[in-house]
């Protein structure tokens, strides 16, 4: 993923440096401001599905949050040094093993503490500059390449047929070279990011699976690889079926995948606001701004994922 980051949005900046113009470069910064051609936020006869689609996507990078535990564990950040990596118990080809996946916890002195802080700083600085700084600046850049290329153009297509018809368009004003590479980019980007999201929903559902069984079987031995895999097939031959069914709509499963995020992120955003309340020492818990900013959150999930429901179904 980072060698693809580091490769793909240089290389989506020197298309737009090589496309966009003066003038593309100020509808982008009246658009970060609200004001389109001729309406100012939402454009008239928008599908709110839609809308609540492009506004709520972040609930795949945002359910995916809930993967952090494991790649701190993974990594050694904090108290993930001390807990159990899970990353061999997914690939382990010995069947049972014992497994500990509840966290471990320390003492709340002021050395501690401090050290708590610290980490949380860094973990702060990391997801700003990668997650925050380079995703944003990845969507205002594929943003303005799809303008520069493809705005007002007769013959637009929607779903995947855009990003071929983006590609060629590339081709015809830059070079067939060009163009090749950009379709290979996106393609890419477009794989990496539903392997991520497969791995990391299938580590999710594996590990909440693992510790509901060890709470009702009252064992410590399980074989965490089999169901890892067990969820990981389940998704891909529920997509390889859509397809048998002709499903093919790319617009159509992304709406549906990203109400469905947000729901989830409704879920369990509340779960991890009352988490912080309830079971999280005061010390550690986030400073208030945090906390206003969960809640808002929660109710603009909420309110979203009711009205699209209703809208759909009545």
Known sequence: TQTIIFIAVPFILLLVLMSASGADWSALGHGLLGRGDGYNWLPQGISFAAFFAAFAYSGAGGNL??????????????????????????????????????????????????????WWKRINLEHGLVFWFLGALAMLLLMLLSYTTTFGVSENSEGIAFVIHQGTAITQTMSPIVGTLFLIAVCVMLFQTQLGVLDSTSRIMAENAAIKRIAYKKEKKINLSKIYFIFLWAQISFGILLFLFNV??????????????????????????????????????AAWWRKAIVIVVFLVFGAFSLYTIFDKLF
């Open 65 to 118: 949050n809930l993967t952090q535990s494991i790649y701190v564990k993974e990594k050694g950040y904090g108290m993930g040094k001390y807990a159990q990596k899970i990353s061999g118990l997914f690939r382990a080809r010995d069947g049972h093993r014992d497994i500990s996946l509840e966290g471990e916890t320390f003492d709340l002195n002021e050395e501690n503490i401090a050290n708590f802080r610290a």
């Open 248 to 285: 093919r709509e790319p617009r159509l499963l992304i709406t549906m995948g990203a109400i469905l995020n947000a729901v989830a992120m409704f879920v369990h955003v509340g779960l991890v606001n009352w988490m912080n309340h309830t079971i999280m020492p005061r010390p550690l818990q």
